[in-house]
């Protein structure tokens, strides 16, 4: 029998992270976990821990990374990754997207290892070119709120290019958009498990400004397709991966109000600083390099996502934060 193919996942106790261990399990790596649980929880996960080609190593990734033996794949997606969980550690959302892809790096090379990084459609910033392309170069303020996550993202794709240029390390750069699925934090502060929450709990929706911003939802599991597409590619130049289907939040919310059939309404709150007013992948690189579209519609993923947040207990519902902030950030 050929000797399994190993990866290293950071991040791999939140939402995606969870979803690649379980892809590469199935397709038969050595999959070795990552995560500090900042943002991560090990429930995502624990389902993977009887088995033999699984490890977790409990370990910041900000800081020296060692993995015994050899190493074929490292995918970087530690990263808090919802505006309101940047804005609370926003100097470790720096770190993890600066030292951590460091770190990673040297790994890779250290391995001869490829290596893939979770960038993001926040690298446009709030976009002036619609939809978004990979040749535009974005349009981000470095020092407002949203700064320390899209800056350490854009940090994070020199950094990557840098060492494939000069050190010939194997490297992918995803660009993600907006993705949901089962497994995202109901109290992260995104749209989707805000919305849902609120219908579940009995309370009205919070749109934030007028609803007229845009946004474009992909269901996990075609983004997880299209990551593995891209890590046997081959293909060193940024990917969007992402479901241009584009719709406004206002219209979201009306969408989520008729999936729950709550009797809840929609109200209206301050739209926060600098908040992209519109954002749609442009996926024909994805399709022409990777054969890659998305194929799960919106009402059949909503389905889907609905159903696992239905099933989560009263006490998760209503829970507030769970941060580990004092055991991890020192
Ligand atoms: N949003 C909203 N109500 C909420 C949470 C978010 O109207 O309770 C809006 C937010 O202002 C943004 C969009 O929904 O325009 C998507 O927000 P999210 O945090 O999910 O992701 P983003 O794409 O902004 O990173």
New binding site residues.
């Given amino acids: 029998m050929a000797e399994r193919k190993k990866i290293l996942i950071t991040g791999a106790a939140g939402f995606l992270g969870s979803h690649l261990c379980d892809r590469f399990i199935k397709d038969d790596y050595h999959v070795i976990a990552m995560d500090n649980l900042i943002t991560g929880r090990l429930k995502n996960i624990e389902h993977l821990f009887k088995l033999e080609n699984f490890e977790f190593y409990h370990h910041d990734v900000s800081t020296f990374i060692n993995v015994p033996g050899k190493l074929d794949y490292i995918l970087h997606f530690a990263s808090p990754a919802?505006?309101i969980d940047y804005l609370k550690i926003p100097i470790q959302t720096l770190k993890v997207g600066s030292l951590g892809i460091h770190n990673c790096l040297g790994l890779a090379k250290a391995k001869d290892a490829t290596l893939m990084i979770a960038s993001t459609s926040?690298v446009y910033g709030d976009p002036e070119v619609h939809p978004q392309t990979e040749d535009y170069w974005g349009h981000v303020n470095p020092i407002g709120p949203r700064g320390v996550y899209d800056e350490a993202k854009r940090f994070q794709e020199a950094m990557t290019m840098a060492y494939h240029t000069y050190h010939k390390v194997d490297t992918r750069i995803i660009r993600i958009f907006?993705t949901y699925g089962p497994r995202m934090r109901l109290n992260d502060?995104?749209?989707?498990p805000?919305?849902i929450g609120q219908a579940l709990r009995g309370e009205d929706?919070?749109?934030?400004?007028d609803?007229s911003?845009t946004?474009s939802f992909c269901y996990v599991d075609d983004l997880v397709e299209g990551i593995v597409r891209l890590l046997h590619s081959g293909y060193h130049q940024p990917v969007n991966i992402g479901n241009p289907d584009e719709i406004s939040?206002g219209d979201f919310?009306e969408e989520i109000i008729e999936l729950t059939g709550t009797d809840q309404k929609v109200i209206y709150?301050d739209?926060?600083v600098n908040?992209?007013k519109q954002?749609q992948p442009d996926i024909s690189r994805a399709i022409e390099i990777l054969d890659w579209k998305p194929s799960i519609d919106r009402a059949e993923g909503l389905k889907r996502t609905y159903a696992y947040f239905k099933s989560l207990t009263e006490e998760e519902l209503n829970e507030k934060d769970h941060y580990n902030f004092d055991k991890y950030i020192k």
């Avoid at 502060?189 to 989707?192: A, D, E, I, K, P």
């Avoid at 929706?205 to 400004?209: I, M, P």
């Fill in positions: 919802s505006p926040e907006n502060g995104r749209v989707l805000a919305f929706l919070t749109v934030f400004g609803g911003q946004r939040i919310a709150k739209l926060p908040d992209p954002r």
